[in-house]
T-cell receptor
Framework: DAGVIQSPRHEVTEMGQEVTLRCKPISGHNSLFWYRQTMMRGLELLIYFNNNVPIDDSGMPEDRFSAKMPNASFSTLKIQPSEPRDSAVYFC??????????????FGAGSRLTVL | AQTVTQSQPEMSVQEAETVTLSCTYDTSESDYYLFWYKQPPSRQMILVIRQEAYKQQNATENRFSVNFQKAAKSFSLKISDSQLGDAAMYFCAYRSAWPGNTPLVFGKGTRLSVIA
């Protein structure tokens, strides 16, 4: 399995622009999580989905943030309009059975966002 | 709500020596999972070890082992024969066993340096 795939790996944009981050979870994993990591706040849970349904979006900082999961193999996190304080590393992770047989949370490589 | 505390923001260890990273958590639940994740400078989040609360036996993965003290709500990570590649940020995490597919709660991390 290719693991959790995120794109883009790096994004540099200007304030006010729309940013879309993409995630492909591991096939067969039925829960997907979006986290944000900054030096100041550490790892923060933004939103998570079970079976493509959003369960808890209380971590989404503002209405400028939105997330969708139209099917089991794809999710997006959108920021519109972006602001410099949104600069962070955004991780997507999926929960499910690993090669060991145990259920674990597997992270993507992250998308580093810089908003100028 | 559950919380995870890592009281050591930074630790260092000499190469080939042993180091223990501390983690405590707060919960009223009896069944849960505990994890240690490693984040090297590449920023990839890598699962190091996993422990199920109902198992009394401490988990081990090669040079990594845990000391799980359920009554004390303590879950420390021991790294034996430390290697330069072990230098990373280490996160302790908690997950409820029920309901299913709930998010992991992460500590703020411990930065481990390995001295040659």
């Amino acid at each position: 399995d290719a693991g959790v795939i995120q794109s883009p790996r790096h994004e540099v944009t200007e304030m006010g622009q729309e940013v879309t981050l993409r995630c492909k979870p591991i096939s067969g994993h039925n829960s997907l999580f979006w986290y944000r990591q900054t030096m100041m706040r550490g790892l923060e849970l933004l939103i998570y989905f079970n079976n493509n349904v959003p369960i808890d979006d209380s971590g989404m900082p503002e209405d400028r943030f939105s997330a969708k999961m139209p099917n089991a193999s794809f999710s997006t996190l959108k920021i519109q309009p972006s602001e410099p304080r949104d600069s962070a590393v955004y991780f997507c992770a999926s929960w499910g059975r690993a090669s060991t047989g145990a259920n674990v949370l597997t992270f993507g490589a992250g998308s580093r966002l810089t908003v100028l | 709500a559950q919380t995870v505390t890592q009281s050591q923001p930074e630790m260092s260890v000499q190469e080939a020596e042993t180091v223990t990273l501390s983690c405590t958590y707060d919960t009223s639940e009896s069944d849960y999972y505990l994890f240690w994740y490693k984040q090297p400078p590449s920023r990839q989040m890598i699962l190091v070890i996993r422990q199920e609360a109902y198992k009394q036996q401490n988990a081990t993965e090669n040079r990594f082992s845990v000391n799980f003290q359920k009554a004390a709500k303590s879950f420390s990570l021991k790294i034996s024969d430390s290697q330069l590649g072990d230098a990373a940020m280490y996160f302790c995490a908690y997950r409820s066993a029920w309901p299913g597919n709930t998010p992991l709660v992460f500590g703020k991390g411990t930065r481990l340096s390995v001295i040659a």
